[in-house]
Structures are given as C-alpha cells and as structure tokens.
C-alpha cells in the first residue's frame, strides 16, 4: 500500500513540476474547509480505535464496542464529505475525460485525474477499514473477541492508521501545496 501510495505521490510532484500553474489554480478549486475536516475526522477516528483496543484489553467490552461504533460513523462521515466534494466537482462538470475540464487544458486534466484516482482509491480504503471495523464489531458483540483474543483488534487498528496516514499524504498535496 505504501508503495502504491508513494508511487502515485511522485508521479503527482512531477505533473505538478510541469504543470505548477494549472496545479496551483486546481487546488484552490478545492475545499480546504472540506480537507481539513475530513483530517480531522479521521485523526479522531484513529483516537477513538485506539481507545477500543485499550478498552477491550481491561475487559471494558460496552466501551470498547461504542468506541469502535464511533470510529465506524466517523468513517461514514468521511465517505460522505468526499462524496459531496466529489459531487460538487462532477456537477461543475470537472471530472476525468469530461469535455468542460478537457478544454481547460493538460495541466487541469492531470490535477484532476490524480486527484479523482488518489481519493477514489483512498475511498476504497476506507471501504475496506470500515469492514474490517464492522468485523471487529461484530466479533466483540459475539465474545469472539476479548481481552485474551484481539489479535484482529490490533489489526484493525494498523490498517486503519494506514488509512489515516495515506490520508495525512493526501491532505497537503492537494489541497495545501498549491
């Protein structure tokens, strides 16, 4: 992950070398308000995962399962604040292969390109820790897992700080970087 990730991160610097201008004018297109709660949400969301774990380690298993539930919807509120970025962007018609952001030039249909591939697959990221999430969820509801059995737990919580980190990465290359 970390190497696809990385891999698609230098690709992005050297379009934007090229391209510098139509990076820095696409970037501002976007919301930083957007970005930045969306890092937040998703810095919490690592806390609160955190916080399960230690909580299922001293047999507080109600704790333990409403913090994972937190962690869960803030992943909910995540996907759902890129789907409305993504929205805004697809209604102005500035999505990959559209005619209006054909027109606007290489450096814009690079920028976005990478932006709608690099998010779209952190999405899928966040799709797939938020199943693990459930898993995990349903496990502690079951007994499966507890204090004795968390190895999944640990798990859990890794993958998710992968998501957060790819998040972190992100975050500044798109929207702050301009």
Same mark, same amino acid.
């Given at each position: 992950?970390?190497?696809?990730?990385?891999?698609?991160?230098?690709?992005?610097?050297?379009?934007?070398?090229?391209?510098?201008?139509?990076?820095?004018?696409?970037?501002?297109?976007?919301?930083?308000?957007?970005?930045?709660?969306?890092?937040?949400?998703?810095?919490?969301?690592?806390?609160?995962?955190?916080?399960?774990?230690?909580?299922?380690?001293?047999?507080?298993?109600?704790?333990?399962?409403? %913090?994972?539930? *937190?962690?869960? $919807?803030?992943? !909910?509120? @995540? /996907?759902?604040? +890129?789907?409305?970025?993504?929205?805004?962007?697809?209604?102005?018609?500035?999505?990959?292969?559209?005619?209006?952001?054909?027109?606007?030039?290489?450096?814009?249909?690079?920028?976005?390109?990478?932006?709608?591939?690099?998010?779209?697959?952190?999405? %899928?990221?966040? *799709?797939?820790? $938020?199943?693990? !999430?459930? @898993? /995990?969820?349903? +496990?502690?509801?079951?007994?499966?897992?507890?204090?004795?059995?968390?190895?999944?737990?640990?798990?859990?919580?890794?993958?998710?700080?992968?998501?957060?980190?790819?998040?972190?990465?992100?975050?500044?290359?798109?929207?702050?970087?301009?």
């Amino acid at each position: 992950e970390i190497l696809l990730f990385g891999s698609l991160f230098i690709v992005y610097l050297l379009y934007r070398s090229i391209h510098a201008r139509a990076f820095h004018f696409a970037a501002g297109e976007l919301s930083l308000a957007a970005g930045a709660i969306n890092t937040i949400i998703l810095l919490i969301s690592s806390t609160t995962l955190v916080m399960s774990v230690a909580s299922l380690r001293q047999n507080k298993k109600r704790l333990a399962l409403q %913090l994972a539930g *937190i962690t869960f $919807l803030l992943g !909910i509120f @995540f /996907l759902l604040s +890129g789907c409305l970025e993504w929205r805004e962007h697809i209604t102005d018609r500035i999505y990959p292969a559209s005619s209006v952001l054909a027109l606007r030039g290489p450096g814009d249909v690079l920028f976005y390109g990478m932006y709608f591939f690099i998010t779209g697959l952190h999405t %899928l990221h966040v *799709i797939i820790g $938020l199943t693990v !999430i459930g @898993f /995990l969820m349903r +496990g502690i509801i079951r007994g499966k897992i507890n204090p004795e059995n968390y190895s999944l737990t640990e798990k859990s919580v890794l993958y998710w700080h992968l998501v957060v980190l790819l998040w972190i990465f992100i975050f500044p290359l798109f929207y702050l970087v301009t």
